[in-house]
């Protein structure tokens, strides 16, 4: 029984042994060389030459929500949430009981969503 004991503490520690390392990769240089996408939010809007606005033609997951295009739910900030010379995406939800979508859905929040144009 002791043997038993012994060989599952040591399978115990042997799997754990690895726990809690992080891998050491080197950083990445953030260049446009090798950047496959960037936006700097640097401007006043959202770029759409960079981004779709998606709309609600469907519900996504069962979502309570209604994906609109509106500068009140995704705009850009250069205020106090961004930290340096670029701005910063805010995609915001509100709550808009009962809004109604142009396919006659209602939905009690409104939010953005995006993706990026190929």
Request: aromatic fraction near 10%.
């Given at each position: 029984m002791s043997c038993r004991i012994e060989l599952l503490t040591i399978f115990a520690l042997s799997c754990l042994a690895g726990?809690?390392?992080?891998?050491?990769?080197?950083?990445?240089?953030?260049?446009?060389?090798?950047?496959?996408?960037v936006?700097?939010?640097?401007?006043q809007s959202l770029d759409r030459n960079k981004w779709n606005v998606v709309l609600t033609g469907f519900v996504y997951n069962r979502e309570e929500q209604a994906y609109v295009d509106s500068t009140e739910t995704v705009y850009i900030?250069?205020?106090?949430?961004?930290?340096?010379?670029d701005g910063v995406l805010v995609i915001h939800p509100r709550y808009r009981a009962g809004y109604e979508t142009p396919e006659g859905r209602k939905?009690?929040?409104?939010?953005?969503r995006i993706n990026t144009r190929d």
């Open positions: 726990v809690g390392r992080a891998q050491s990769t080197s950083p990445v240089a953030e260049t446009a060389d090798n950047a496959i996408f936006d700097e939010f640097d401007g900030s250069h205020e106090a949430d961004a930290a340096g010379t939905f009690d929040f409104i939010s953005g």
